[in-house]
T-cell receptor, first 112, second 115 residues
């Protein structure tokens, strides 16, 4: 069945550093792929998504490219800010009704 | 437009007690999902409603968990009796449809601590 494997955390970076959080997937076909983010004290928010191979999702300076050759959907940001400190989850659908399966989450802390 | 709302936001109960979590989906969203994240692990799917009907409850951990969606509007998730390992955050989500063009919106979660 469909599954995701996410880079283990936590990750600590200085402000303006480059961020990569790795996510690889196993899937039947080419399902949509998602990155969700949970800021401290808040709920899960959709950060970005890609609905087909070679698509690039982007939002708030974050990007992720759906790469079928490497079955990856790595999250990147060129210059992180303190406000980006949060837990990031990679996800994809596993059921006919698009129930999601999530990666283990990566805690990102950005220091000023 | 109001988002997915969950109540209570935080709950601390003793082992053996009962807790009921409530979720109000976005108005008009037929699809309602429950997920949970325990002990800092990955977020796990629990079940899915379409209107008032349970479509998939394959993720429910055991019979101590009971979910309902009266009239196809709000949903409740009851844990009875609660055990220590039930501690975690319970997320509710809703969507209008299930096609890839539909976004799934999550609530802020209900944080449960069983002591």
């Amino acid at each position: 069945g469909n599954s995701v494997t996410q880079m283990e955390g936590p990750v600590t970076l200085s402000e303006e550093a480059f961020l990569t959080i790795n996510c690889t997937y196993t899937a039947t076909g080419y399902p949509s792929l998602f990155w969700y983010v949970q800021y401290p004290g808040e709920g899960l928010q959709l950060l970005l998504k890609a609905t087909k191979a070679d698509d690039k999702g982007s939002n708030k300076g974050f990007e992720a490219t759906y790469r079928k050759e490497t079955t990856s959907f790595h999250l990147e940001k060129g210059s992180v800010q303190v406000s980006d400190s949060a837990v990031y989850f990679c996800a994809l659908p596993i059921g006919s009704a698009r129930q999601l399966t999530f990666g283990s989450g990566t805690q990102l802390t950005v220091l000023p | 437009e109001a988002g997915v709302t969950q109540f209570p936001s935080h709950s601390v109960i003793e082992k053996g007690q009962t807790v009921t979590l409530r979720c109000d989906p976005i108005s008009g969203h037929d699809n309602l999902y429950w997920y949970r994240r325990v002990m800092g692990k990955e977020i796990k799917f629990l079940l899915h409603f379409v209107k008032e009907s349970k479509q998939d409850e394959s993720g429910m951990p055991n019979n101590r968990f009971l979910a309902e969606r009266t009239g196809g509007t709000y949903s409740t998730l009851k844990v009875q009796p609660a055990e220590l390992e039930d501690s975690g955050v319970y997320f509710c989500a809703s969507s209008q449809g299930i096609s890839s063009g539909n976004t799934i919106y999550f609530g802020e979660g209900s944080w449960l601590t069983v002591v």
